[in-house]
């Protein structure tokens, strides 16, 4: 194995080989061109005109929303700490599963999350079409496997539930599984296809959801870091400063929408009671590159890791879940965990290129699933606590709160997720 870049970014290693080293620059320079057009574009905020909605956090969630709002008209100016996408959306592995992810003690969540997945299709179709950005859309579907008896047991009630639920899913034998992927192991004794299971690089999803922002009008701004929100008067209104320069900043806005993933719960000034608990959720996730004859075309799910296939040749495998607060740090045991896990499953992936390993901090809710709707203030709407389904629900998200901003309108879907039932 060559490496001809290594370097230190963070809590990030790039080992990069000549082919990725180019590929990394591209990507790169495509983001930094379309920073640039979002702030040059605008400029600083018009704030003669009417206020915008303010979005905090330019994750997955902040940026989906802001352009659901953006393309409907709407004045919309997204506040971000560090760079547009580069937290836990980046890091994601892109399964947009539903199926094959959720269990059977949360039916609420794996509705919400049908119901995003069904939502997908067109919206990333209208998506591609108005960022002109490919987004690596895979609909594939999903192999989950179990490589001894007990996992084939546990296995064999999920599928009982799914199938309780109308989940289009089969059940495989090892061989079976075998003739579907020949790069799983022989090992494997059973299979459930879960074939609407898609995933999508999310990666490339960022990058049309900032371009497809700045078509419709949106604002970005980047190295602002909201420190307080003020909710109680009648215009909301925000305390920020300039990360490079630690200029104080304060912006009004017509409604704020609060979408800072992990780190919500260190902004101040909530109302009384209304302060949401957000803890980060470490994971570690590598990303490889898949050498012929190697290939895997469905996403790969085991008791241990998972393996998710990018058509550009990557493989990106994952991933821890520990609860280390904010811990910055790459493991040797979580990299072993990750590696072991997806080694059982896929036993090829040793001769595989390793170019990433990322650390990204899930946002979750102290019931492990989403908050979103309005606080008892009817101008801060909170998109939260997406944990481990933040790609996939950043859908139905981003379609509730179009709903429920732009129309007024409340959204059923969303309901069972709302702030005030903590
Ligand atoms: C290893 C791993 C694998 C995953 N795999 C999947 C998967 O396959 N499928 C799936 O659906 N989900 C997956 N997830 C979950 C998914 O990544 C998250 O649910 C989702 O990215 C959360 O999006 P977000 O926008 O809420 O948060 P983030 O992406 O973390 O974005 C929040 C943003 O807010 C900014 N911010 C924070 N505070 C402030 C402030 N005060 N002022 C301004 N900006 C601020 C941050 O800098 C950040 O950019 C995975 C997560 C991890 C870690």
Redesign the pocket.
């Known amino acids: 194995m060559r490496f001809e870049q290594k370097r230190w970014e963070g809590a990030r290693i790039h080992a990069v080989s000549g082919w990725q080293a180019c590929r990394f620059k591209e990507w790169k320079a495509i983001l930094s061109d379309l920073r640039n057009q979002a702030t040059l574009k605008h400029g600083a905020s018009d704030m003669s005109k009417s206020h915008p909605v303010v979005v905090?956090?330019?994750?997955?969630?902040?940026?989906s929303i802001a352009w659901r709002l953006a393309r409907r008209g709407e004045r919309v100016l997204v506040?971000?700490?560090?760079s547009?996408?580069?937290?836990?959306?980046?890091?994601?592995?892109?399964?947009?599963?539903a199926a094959a992810?959720v269990g059977f003690e949360e039916p609420e969540l794996y509705d919400l999350c049908r119901e995003s997945l069904s939502e997908w299709p067109a919206y990333a179709d209208t998506l591609q079409r108005e960022s002109g950005l490919d987004l690596d859309y895979r609909s594939f579907g999903t192999l989950v496997v179990a490589d001894d008896r007990d996992a084939a047991e546990a296995l064999r009630r999920g599928f009982r539930f799914q199938q309780g639920q109308g989940y289009p899913v089969s059940w495989l034998s090892g061989g079976e599984a075998l003739e579907r992927e020949p790069m799983l192991s022989p090992r494997i004794v059973a299979a459930v296809s879960v074939p609407e299971d898609h995933a999508v690089d999310?990666r490339a999803l960022l990058a049309a959801l900032v371009k497809a922002i700045v078509n419709a009008g949106g604002e970005i701004r980047e190295g602002?870091?909201?420190?307080r929100i003020d909710a109680d008067a009648s215009t909301p209104s925000v305390a920020?400063i300039e990360k490079d320069t630690g200029e104080p900043i304060h912006i009004e806005a017509s409604r704020l929408v609060v979408?800072?993933?992990?780190?919500?719960s260190?902004?101040e000034g909530w109302p009384a009671g209304g302060k949401p608990s957000i803890r980060p959720v470490?994971?570690?996730?590598l990303e490889l590159r898949m050498r012929a004859p190697f290939n895997l075309k469905h996403v790969v799910r085991g008791p241990k890791a998972y393996l998710?296939p990018r058509t550009d040749g990557r493989l990106i495998v994952?991933?821890t879940s520990e609860e280390m607060g904010f811990d910055p740090r790459l493991t040797v045991g979580g990299v072993y965990s990750v590696m072991d896990g997806a080694w059982e499953i896929v036993p090829g992936i040793l001769d595989q290129d390793l170019l990433n390993i990322?650390i990204?901090?899930?946002?979750a809710s102290r019931d492990h699933q989403p908050i979103i709707g309005f606080t008892s203030n009817p101008r801060i709407f909170l998109?939260?606590g997406?944990?481990?389904?933040?790609?996939?629900?950043?859908v139905i998200t981003a379609l509730a709160a179009e709903r429920i901003l732009m129309d007024d309108e409340a959204d059923s879907r969303v309901a069972a997720f709302a702030p005030g039932r903590f």
């Open positions: 905090i956090g330019g994750g997955v969630i902040g940026l506040l971000e700490r560090e547009v996408g580069k937290a836990a959306s980046r890091v994601a592995a892109g399964m947009l599963a992810e999310n602002v870091e909201v420190k920020a979408a800072a993933g992990a780190w919500t260190d902004l470490k994971g570690q996730i998710v994952g991933a990322d990204g901090f899930r946002p998109a939260l997406h944990y481990r389904h933040g790609i996939v629900l950043s």
